[in-house]
Each structure stands twice: as structure tokens, then as C-alpha cells.
């Protein structure tokens, strides 16, 4: 069959995989042509399983340097809900491989912050240093007159190149649905140049058992919930290491070093 290159628009925008299934794996090569039509041309390349399909969109490769998670309990209660759905998250990210690093405020509570004397403290350049090796940031607080924790608020003010390019990640305890104290979190993380999840999880003190999360709904939620900080988390980091080792230009390039 006769095919005619274009005569405009792009020579050639993407490749992607089209499909996968037992049997066939194929690539489209798509080129614009005038008036924004698209043309398709198959390319056969070697076929894969479902079963190896899966794996690689599911799980970086070995080699890869694992995602490092700070999970940050922004509640100093001793019997937190707060906390017990943290670390349950936490056990599924350690679970598939990412690296967490949990920071309890009621256990390593800091200063208030105070800009003339924070950076002084002894207790700041050790944080500071698990700040930035981060990728990703679990925030968990409760709920408080629609708005997130002191303890957390307190955290946060300590910190901002540190949390360019990453991804933020909320949960929070609230008879409220927390979409005041998730939207705040999202202002903070656009503000510090920061990435955020379309969406927070929220959660009642019902839904909590004995250091056990009791609700299968909230569950199912949670695992979504990995998954998207996991898979994203992932896609975030290697981009933000990409863009400071390159020259292109973009929002990274003010922190290369």
C-alpha cells in the first residue's frame, strides 16, 4: 500500500506502545499532516507477555535507585489515627521496595520556627539532610478548624528549595472530608515549586481500629493511594535527577549546582 509522506506539520511526534497483549506488541510511529490529521504506521518489535508487561509498568528496574520516602506523623497525640494510617501506607511502600524514612513530630519535635535562629539550631542540618534526600512527602495531619497541624505548619516554614520538584502526598484525619487542609498542603507545595497528588486521602477516627485501619473502603483508598505516590513519585524523581544533571532549560535549572 502506497503512503504519502506529509507535506506539513510535524515529521515525527512520538512512539508508543499500542497495545499488549498475549502474542503482539506493536509501536505506532504517528505523524501530523496538514489540517491535523494523524497517520499510523506499524512497526513489529518483539513481543512481549502479559505477565512481563505487567512487571515493567509496575516496578522499576533493579538497577534503579529505590524511591526515598519521608513520611512525616504531624499529629502529637499519643493515640493517633493519624499515625496508625501512616505507617500503614508506609508498610505497603516499603513493601514494593521504596526506601521510607518516618519522622514522628511528637517524638522529634522541633523549634518554632523562627527565621533569625532555626537554621542555628543543632537539630536542623541533620533534618535538613533527610528533608532533601526525599522524593517523595507523606503529610499526615488532623483536621483542626479546616486547616492542617501546627506541628506540621511548623515543619514545613523550616524548608523550601528542598521540596522543589517533588511530590507531595496528604492524609488527613477529618469529620470535614480535609479538603481545606489538603488544598493548603497543594498551596504549599505549588509555592515551595513543589508537585502535589490530584486528590488527598481523608479518614475518621471510626475508621481506625487498634493500630489497625478497620474500614475495607478506606483501605482500597489507601492502596490506590501507594500506588499513585509509588508510580508517580518515581516518574518525578528520575525527571528532577535528569533535569539537574542536564542544560536544558525548565524550573530545575535555578537549582543545579
Not at 11 to 27: A, M, W
Not at 29 to 52: N, S
Not at 175 to 193: F, M
Request: glycine fraction near 6%; aromatic fraction near 8%; include cysteine.
Amino acid at each position: 500500500m502506497h503512503r504519502r509522506r506529509p507535506t506539513s506539520g510535524w515529521p515525527l511526534t512520538v512512539k508508543y506502545r499500542n497495545r499488549i497483549e498475549e502474542g503482539e506488541d506493536s509501536i505506532l510511529t504517528v505523524q501530523r499532516a496538514r489540517h491535523g490529521r494523524f497517520r499510523c504506521f506499524p512497526r513489529t518489535v518483539r513481543r512481549l507477555t502479559v505477565a512481563e508487561a505487567r512487571e515493567s509498568a509496575t516496578f522499576p528496574a533493579m538497577s534503579e535507585v529505590p524511591l526515598q520516602v519521608l513520611a512525616v506523623v504531624g499529629s502529637l497525640r499519643e493515640r493517633s489515627v493519624t499515625r496508625i494510617v501512616l505507617e500503614h501506607v508506609v508498610e505497603r511502600l516499603r513493601a514494593r521496595g521504596a526506601a521510607v524514612d518516618l519522622l514522628d513530630l511528637s517524638l522529634e519535635p522541633l523549634p518554632l520556627y523562627n527565621p533569625d535562629t532555626a537554621y542555628d539550631h543543632p537539630a536542623f542540618p541533620p533534618l535538613q539532610a533527610r528533608v532533601e534526600h526525599a522524593d517523595v512527602y507523606l503529610l499526615g495531619t488532623p483536621d483542626y478548624h479546616g486547616s492542617i497541624s501546627s506541628p506540621l505548619k511548623n515543619f514545613l516554614d523550616h524548608f523550601w528549595r528542598e521540596f522543589a520538584g517533588k511530590l507531595f502526598a496528604p492524609l488527613v484525619a477529618s469529620h470535614e472530608k480535609g479538603l481545606t487542609a489538603i488544598d493548603q498542603l497543594r498551596t504549599v507545595a505549588r509555592q515551595c515549586y513543589a508537585w502535589s497528588l490530584p486528590y488527598g486521602v481523608s479518614f475518621l477516627e471510626d475508621d481506625v481500629g487498634e493500630d489497625v485501619v478497620l474500614n475495607p473502603k478506606l483501605v482500597q483508598r489507601l492502596e490506590m493511594f501507594e500506588h499513585d505516590a509509588r508510580v508517580y513519585g518515581s516518574l518525578l524523581a528520575r525527571q528532577r535527577r535528569a533535569d539537574l544533571a542536564g542544560v536544558d532549560p525548565g524550573f530545575l535549572a535555578r537549582y543545579r549546582k
